[in-house]
């Protein structure tokens, strides 16, 4: 998993390559794994931008390597109001 982050990165055109990418596993919650991604972008002005575009490449990058992502789950009860 951490490998396909920084290949992602790496490929990123806007990711600086030094100082290099660094995918973290962050710690489990909720019964999933949290990574992290972190990445140098030339300027600060771009971040949101850079975050924006990396996330849609992070995500293509994760599905190419058939790695789902763990969505959770929610039971919805809708009631007819007694008729």
Request: charged share 20%; glycine share 4%; aromatic share 8%.
């Amino acid at each position: 998993m951490l490998d396909v982050l920084c290949a992602a990165a790496k490929a990123y055109p806007n990711a600086l390559a030094e100082p290099a990418a660094l995918a973290l596993c962050t710690g489990f919650r909720h019964s999933v794994l949290n990574f992290e991604l972190r990445v140098w972008t030339a300027s600060f002005e771009e971040s949101d931008l850079v975050r924006s575009e990396l996330a849609v490449v992070v995500h293509a990058a994760l599905a190419a390597a058939r790695i789902e992502i763990a969505l959770p789950e929610h039971d919805i009860y809708i009631h007819d109001g007694g008729k």
